[in-house]
């Protein structure tokens, strides 16, 4: 918004930090668990490997003259690798149920929520304006149609109740005050 001239590879950027930070979201509780469990000397000798090798392939990417871009594609891959990793260290740890998991919160977060609203926000993407207005205004479309929709697809009837009682019991406490 500042920029007079938009850097190259800014939009690419973006995106692969946004899809980063949401695998991100999804791996935090797994650290959370692996380190509340304790004895995590093996399972950060593993992570810590994998997060090394983007050095080396950073570099072999910029020697190589590829695009800056392939350095954060290869990060969130490693990301997933390491989520896999956490996902398994904590079946052998907890029995984590791992099919559950994925049924319940994978598929449903990586797949379903995401083939809903994307096409819709890309429809509406083409037809609003640009500049700080068009950011604004896509900003807020994409909360009112992502939030109600991960609420009837990402949660479970348990999960959308609770959330109910959450939010009537905060409203009941704040008309109290």
Known sequence: LWLKIV????????????????????????WMAAHAIGNIKRYQLVLVCF????????????????E???I???????????FIYRVIYL???????????VKDVVVKCLFFIPTITIPILYTIHR??????VGIVLMCII??????????????????RIALYNMVRNKIQVGNHV
């Open 7 to 30: 850097p190259d590879y800014a939009e690419v950027f973006c995106i692969l930090i946004l899809i980063s930070q949401m695998e991100a979201a999804l791996s935090s509780p797994f």
């Open 51 to 66: 997060n090394l090798s983007i050095l080396p392939v950073s570099w072999m990417i910029m020697t190589k003259g590829l």
């Open 68 to 70: 800056p871009y392939w």
């Open 72 to 82: 954060l594609s290869y990060q969130i891959v490693m990301n997933v690798f390491i």
């Open 91 to 101: 079946n052998k740890k907890i029995n984590f149920p791992i099919s559950s998991f």
């Open 127 to 132: 037809v609003t304006p640009t500049g700080f």
């Open 142 to 159: 994409s909360v009112i149609l992502v939030c109600p929709t991960f609420i009837a697809i990402g949660l479970s009837k348990n999960e």
